[in-house]
């Protein structure tokens, strides 16, 4: 079976801290891997595309590891408005993708 | 900006009941999907639609599922006899195609929250 797996969260965090989210996955032939964030009952927003080691966008770095079969994401100098759901996302050889259950995230003042 | 959008947004049936959800993918995107969300639960992959006709569907779309395309626009979700079961929030979700659908970015509606009693 094929399965993408998350940390459990959540991870509770103050404002301006360093945060990292894991996401292993199972289907050695998985092609490419994206991190979604996602609010409470609204739909999956595209956070960052992870098509090769890994990827950078202002505070967030998102980091593939195909040896170990892991992903991962860093979010640096948290902000009130970065509380959400992280989801991992894999896609396979056959492009069926699958979803993580997601990580939550809550940065309080 | 370009979006996809769902219709309607929340939906009541009565169990036993058929239910048509709708969506509007972005004008030039070639490649649709269904996902459903039971609450507090992953989102999970129930079918995929290029050039008219299905292209994946998991173990979830069974006999009571169908999708349509109906005209150039409008793409379709029917649940024929609803259960309890089927209450979920339902997203449809669509890619330009550009470099393949395992590596285009997929972008997601509102959804459509299906709640039945």
């Known amino acids: 079976r094929k399965e993408v797996e998350q940390d459990p969260g959540p991870f509770n965090v103050p404002e301006g801290a360093t945060v990292a989210f894991n996401c292993t996955y199972s289907n050695s032939a998985s092609q490419s891997f994206f991190w979604y964030r996602q609010d409470c009952r609204k739909e999956p927003k595209l956070l960052m595309s992870?098509?090769?080691s890994g990827n950078e966008d202002g505070r967030f770095t998102a980091q593939l590891n195909r040896a170990s079969q892991y992903i991962s994401l860093l979010i640096r100098d948290s902000k009130l408005s970065d509380s959400a759901t992280y989801l991992c996302?894999?896609?396979?050889?056959?492009?069926?993708?699958?979803f993580g259950r997601g990580t939550s995230l809550i940065v309080h003042p | 900006e370009p979006e996809v959008t769902q219709t309607p947004s929340h939906q009541v049936t009565q169990m036993g009941q058929e239910v048509i959800l709708r969506c509007v993918p972005i004008?030039?995107?070639?490649?649709f999907y269904w996902y459903r969300q039971i609450l507090g639960q992953k989102v999970e992959f129930l079918v995929s639609f290029y050039n008219n006709e299905i292209s994946e569907k998991s173990e979830i779309f069974d006999d009571q599922f169908s999708v349509e395309r109906p005209d150039g626009s409008n793409f379709t979700l029917k649940i024929r006899s609803t259960k309890l079961e089927d209450s979920a929030m339902y997203f449809c979700?669509?890619?330009?195609?550009?470099?393949?659908?395992?590596?285009?970015?997929?972008?997601f509606g509102p959804g459509t929250r299906l709640t039945v009693l």
């Open positions: 996302v894999v896609n396979g050889g056959s492009y069926i993708p699958t």
């Open positions: 992870v098509y090769s």
């Open positions: 004008s030039n995107h070639l490649y």
């Open positions: 979700a669509s890619i330009a195609m550009l470099a393949g659908p395992s590596t285009d970015t997929q972008y």
